[in-house]
Each structure stands twice: as C-alpha cells, then as structure tokens.
C-alpha cells in the first residue's frame, strides 16, 4: 500500500524535529571544540566548567539552550557572565540541522551536509576569536568528505577529489600573487585548506558559490564596518609575512574562514536556486 502524502509529510517532520534537537546538542559539543581545540586540550576530560570559577557544570546546567536562559546567562556559582557564544553556537546548528533535513531529506547528503556545516561553525569562530583555523578541523574534514563520497547517493570520488583540489589550488594560488605583488600575506594557509575541505564535500559548483558569495560578503562587511569606524588598521610595528607593516587602512583585515563558511552554507541550503542565478 502506497504511503499518503500526509504521512510522508509526518515522517519528514519527524526527522526535521530530531535534527533540530540532535543540532542543539552539537552545538554544545562544538562550543567545547571552539573553546578547547586551539589550546590543545582534550575534548572529553575533564568535563565543562565555568571558564572563572572552573567550577563544574551539572548536567542540569548544561542544557542546550535552556540552561543559559535559566541562568540568565550567568554562573550558577560566581555569577560571571557566560558569553553569548554558547547559546548563538547551539541555536545556530540546531536551526542548520532542521533546515538541511527538511531541504534533502533524511539520508546521505544530510549527513554529509550536516557534518561539513559542523565543521565550518568551529573553524569560523576560532577563526573570528583567534585568526587561525586548526588542521584537525580541514584535514579531517578533507579526509571525511573524501569518504563519503565514496558511498553510492552522495558527490562522486572524482567530484569530491576534484572540488577539494581546485577550492585549495584557487586560494593557494590567489595567496602566492598577492604575496608577490604586495609583500604580505593576504590570507593564509587555514584559509586554503578550509576551502579544499569545502570542495571536497561539494565539488566544483560548491566551490565557485562559495568563493563567489565569501568574497562578496567580506566586501560589503569591509565596506561597513569601515564605515563605522570597526575595522581598524594595524597596528604599526606589526608583522605580516615576516614584514613589517605601518598602520595604513589598505592593511586592516577580516578573517575569510568566516565568509567562506557563510558562501558554502548557502549552496547547502539554497544551492539549486544560486547555480540558476549564475547560469542566468
């Protein structure tokens, strides 16, 4: 017997609604990543504490989302502020996790979409707190792109191959000009091997919408931000590419991780609609 439309459409909305939870929940886990990846710490042990106090955090204060509401929040203990990070983190890839299960459906490019958007939310906000982004986070993630590929209803092996190496050759060669023509080094390697994790998760398509869509948004963010007095240039003395620099506007910088993750989560999500709008 056929399935209706109305339980096909229950059926959906049940995997909508767990992987808005189940999005939640990492979220929380990647907030352990961002916090303690960088300083090489393990993820597991010891478990979380107020970053303060280093008080330990019950279970019952580590709710998703709920817990910091509760807590308005604050520190059950010391009452220091928690930053807003932890929240924004676990709504933000529980609202991706719902949103890319009700685009594709349950199954193999959810899951591979799903872990790209995970990886792509820590590398960006170490990369936005700190200016780097981690090995284990883009190799890993290559490596894992790569592999999933392989399995029947996902990208293609050569695809994937080819997506990683034309994302990483692209910026790897728009890095070496700008380090010929201007002395400096106008991004970095973490940026390279970010884009090569992307492509290998969406292929070549994906590639050129992120690049497109990180680049126009890292313009227009300049453009405001400078026009608000937030981006401000470097200070002098400092070194770029083993050069000194002097404090000069053309110098002040964004970090491209961020706006490559925002470029590649929009072909996630609204991919057919963007590869139309470039054909056109």
Known sequence: MPVSAPSRDSALWFWVVSAGLFGLCIGSFLNVVIARLPAGESLVSPGSRCPKCRMPISAFDNIPLLSYLVLL??????????????????????????????????????????????????????????????NKITLAGIITGFALSLFPGGLGPLESL????????????MMLLYLVIRGIEGMGFGDVKLLAMIGSFIGFQGVAITLVIGSITTILTSFVLAALGKL???SPGSTRGGNEIKASWRYASLPFGPFLSVGAIAYVLFGSFLINLMVI
């Open 73 to 134: 929040g604050r520190c059950r203990y010391c009452k220091a502020r928690i930053s807003a990070r932890y929240p924004f983190v676990e709504l933000l890839s529980g609202l991706l996790s719902a949103a890319i299960v009700k685009i594709h459906g349950p199954g193999l490019v959810s899951v591979s979409y799903l872990l790209l958007c995970y990886g792509l939310v820590a590398a960006s906000f170490i990369d936005m707190e700190l200016r780097i982004i981690p």
């Open 232 to 234: 401000k240039p470097e």
């Open 162 to 173: 080819g997506g990683a190496i034309l994302g990483g050759g692209i910026l790897l060669g």
